[in-house]
């Protein structure tokens, strides 16, 4: 049986001041989560696909952690919603995560995702 963990994951941008309009959301930049975990997210093609790499702090593995790779895709509205799924480089485990992008009240972007990890297992039962 797959187990499924939503877990509502706050990513704040971690760079300064940001110079975009109050309503749009641009996922292109490093964020860094309540938990310490942080993400880099390069340039956006014209169909909304990117790539970037992922750091988690947070792993129940004897493995030393290391950063790891991602892909996603976005649609190219003002507050988008995406997804995006990370291969981890010091595990057989792959995680997807979805969410939007918001522009707060304050102008600070923050994204509203939930994820799901699969682990490897050596058998179906």
């Not at 790539?51 to 129940?60: C, E, K, R």
């Amino acid at each position: 049986m797959v187990q499924v963990t939503p877990f509502l994951l706050l990513l704040n941008l971690a760079l300064g001041a940001h110079s975009i309009s109050e309503e749009k959301c641009n996922l292109v930049g490093h964020w860094t989560n309540d938990l310490g975990s942080n993400m880099t997210i390069q340039a956006l093609d014209k169909n909304g696909n990117f790539s970037g790499l992922y750091n988690t702090s947070v792993a129940s593995t004897p493995n030393k952690i290391k950063v790891s790779p991602l892909l996603g895709s976005q649609h190219l509205t003002d507050q988008p919603t995406f997804g995006f799924t990370v291969n981890w480089s010091f595990r057989d485990n792959i995680t997807v995560f979805m969410g939007q992008c918001f522009v707060d009240e304050d102008g600070k972007e923050v994204l509203k995702t939930m994820w799901l990890l699969r682990s490897h297992m050596d058998n179906q039962k």
